[in-house]
């Protein structure tokens, strides 16, 4: 088995679309060309994902609070027994994954723990 290593993407149109990691094993950083060929694919972003392999905590980290000021869409941060969706709004806030993702969504992105 390889480096366990952070999965990270997008939600876009009722799909998720995983990109390839190009960061590190404790940080995440999507592959540009992916992401571009991703973008020109669908229609809007509904969330970014990424996961917290080495972390029970689904709270955004310092690196991921700059990540949100430049990409200011929901945040899905998926944590070993946790999924939590974050936003930007005068600070971090929480919003509902329940009404940002169908549990058809919500699903597949706890199977990137599997």
């Known amino acids: 088995m390889g480096t366990l290593k952070e999965k990270c993407g997008i939600v876009s149109d009722n799909d998720i679309i995983e990109i390839s990691n190009l960061g590190g094993i404790f940080e995440f950083q999507c592959d540009p ?3 571009y060929k991703a973008l020109r694919r669908r229609e809007r972003i509904i969330a970014l994902f990424h ?6 905590s ?5 690196t991921d609070k700059i990540g949100m000021e430049l990409w200011r869409v929901p945040w899905i941060i998926i ?8 936003k930007l709004d005068g600070g971090v806030v929480e919003i509902d994954i329940n009404t940002l993702l169908s ?3 919500y699903n597949r992105l ?5």
């Open 79 to 86: 944590g070993e027994k946790c999924i939590k969706a974050f």
């Open 103 to 105: 549990q058809e969504l």
């Open 110 to 114: 706890m199977k990137l723990f599997e």
């Open 33 to 35: 060309v992916e992401l």
């Open 51 to 56: 996961t917290h392999p080495f972390s029970k």
């Open 58 to 62: 689904c709270y955004p980290s310092s």
